[in-house]
């Protein structure tokens, strides 16, 4: 069965610092993985996915991540963050008809 | 305007109620859904319908009963409700069956309190 695991449950930076959100997946067959993001009071929305081709791939706000097979990891990286990047984000894996969610890492941006 | 829309936003209500969590989208999509988000920020699927037909229950409590009159609306009624039905339950939708390299868009959520 698929399923990801989300190491971290809360991430402090200092603003501008680089950050990385650990995501690692599960599978044996081949895989859809995604980042979603939530703010404060808010629903989720998709910041990246990785269907195929190229490893890496680059979403919104400055986001990328890197597919990584043979560690079998979709890590969420940003090189500077910012205090609006204050949220929770969501690693997935298509499973079936659906999508399943990680536990969420909670980034907290220090000032 | 917003894609998928849910009212009410919250909703706080006693133990033992019934009570409805509507949704609707405006992206033309075939498939929609109901996740549950628990306290600590688990998200679980709940329910899955494409163009009005049920593909997904997810082993919920029958007191949970999702209606789609037609592919545009996905509504949640809940039963006899719980103190443990405390969450905040998300609708999203998706272009076709299967979340499967494709995004899926969520609402705003409902936060739903049981005292």
């Known amino acids: 069965a698929q399923s990801v695991t989300q190491l971290d449950s809360q991430v402090p930076v200092f603003e501008e610092a680089p950050v990385e959100l650990r995501c690692n997946y599960s599978?044996?067959?081949?895989?859809?993985l995604f980042w979603y993001v939530q703010y404060p009071n808010q629903g989720l929305q998709l910041l990246l996915k990785y269907l195929s081709g190229s490893t890496l791939v680059k979403g919104i706000n400055g986001f990328e991540a890197e597919f990584n097979k043979s560690q079998t990891s979709f890590h969420l990286r940003k090189p500077s963050v910012h205090i609006s990047d204050t949220a929770e984000y969501f690693c997935?894996?298509?499973?079936?008809?659906?999508?399943?969610f990680g536990k969420g890492t909670r980034l907290h941006i220090l000032p | 305007d917003t894609a998928v829309s849910q009212t009410p936003k919250y909703l706080v209500t006693q133990m033992g109620n019934d009570k409805s969590i509507k949704c609707e989208q405006n992206l033309g999509h075939d498939t929609m859904y109901w996740y549950k988000q628990d306290s600590k920020k688990f998200l679980k699927i709940m329910f899955s319908?494409?163009?009005?037909?049920?593909?997904i229950n997810e082993t919920v409590p029958n007191r949970f009963s999702p209606k789609s009159p037609d592919k545009a609306h996905l509504n949640l009624h809940i039963n006899s409700l719980e103190l443990g039905d405390s969450a905040v339950y998300f609708c999203?939708?998706?272009?076709?069956?299967?979340?499967?390299?494709?995004?899926?868009?969520f609402g705003e959520g409902s936060w739903l309190t049981v005292v």
């Open positions: 599978s044996s067959v081949s895989v859809y």
């Open positions: 999203a939708s998706s272009q076709v069956v299967g979340p499967a390299g494709n995004t899926i868009y």
């Open positions: 319908y494409n163009n009005k037909e049920l593909i």
């Open positions: 997935a894996v298509n499973r079936d008809d659906k999508i399943i």
